[in-house]
């Protein structure tokens, strides 16, 4: 659809269909460098710890199950599961609270910029 030549947009289209414009707003905040890189930063670590947070939850999903569903005769390789499970089960939490923690920091970072009176 093109527009006319008072840069209005047409309300009717040459196959009939009415086009129904609604009004928006646009809000900008001006930033500085440091700070956008500061909340890019923040939001990449959020990103990667919760990546490794449910990397760490599968793992040890998975080795429960196996511990739970399968006889393993041999007291190494069930140890070596055993402690499987406790190194999944610490880094889900390490990274579960990293990510909580980076999600409030970005959300804090959002408020400042949003409102730097406050």
Request: hydrophobic share 40%.
């Amino acid at each position: 659809m093109q527009q006319s030549k008072n840069n209005a947009w047409p309300t009717t289209s040459d196959s009939g269909v009415t086009v129904v414009t609604h009004t928006r707003e646009v809000h900008m905040y001006r930033v500085t460098e440091q700070e956008l890189e500061q909340l890019c930063d923040s939001g990449n670590l959020k990103t990667l710890d919760v990546s490794l947070f449910t990397l760490c939850v599968g793992a040890l999903i998975a080795v429960v199950v196996t511990l739970t569903t399968v006889d393993i005769p041999n007291p190494a390789v069930h140890g070596s599961y055993v402690a499987g499970a406790l190194v999944a089960g610490i880094g889900a939490i390490f990274f579960g609270v990293r990510a909580v923690l980076a999600w409030r920091n970005t959300d804090r970072e959002l408020k400042r910029l949003k409102n730097p009176t406050a």
